[in-house]
């Protein structure tokens, strides 16, 4: 069983940064990062291979988001530019064993969620 945990959520103004991590505790292929805001449905964000050598993003990020990973720790970030107020969601980190995409029903393993609000 694989657990994620995620860190650096919290309270930015819009134009702003924030750094996201999610830490996990076995191993893992590729992870990704999810968003949820309120009334809405989950939505992909971004992704990354178990290498690192293959990324993708939601439209929405693209530009602004970047990916990154550490397997030497298990982790990955999810460093975030250029806030905006629509980004204001619930960021959850997931982790796929043997796939790779944006689709939800790939990933297997999901983290608690860490809250990101962005004032205007």
């Known amino acids: 069983q694989v657990q994620l945990v995620e860190s650096g959520g919290g309270l930015v103004q819009a134009g702003g940064s924030l750094r996201l991590s999610c830490e996990a505790s076995?191993?893992?292929?590729?992870m990704g990062w999810f968003r949820q805001a309120p009334g809405k449905e989950r939505e992909f964000v971004a992704a990354?291979?178990?290498?690192?050598?293959?990324?993708s993003y939601a439209d929405s990020v693209k530009g602004r988001f970047t990916i990154s990973r550490d397997n030497a720790k298990n982790t990955v970030d999810l460093q975030m530019t250029s806030l905006k107020p629509e980004d204001t969601a619930v960021y959850y980190c997931?982790?796929?064993?043997?796939?790779?995409?944006?689709?939800?029903?790939?990933?297997?393993?999901w983290g608690q969620g860490t809250q990101v609000t962005v004032s205007s």
């Open positions: 076995g191993r893992i292929f590729s």
């Open positions: 997931a982790a796929a064993r043997d796939r790779f995409g944006s689709a939800r029903w790939l990933y297997d393993y």
């Open positions: 990354i291979t178990g290498n690192g050598r293959s990324t």
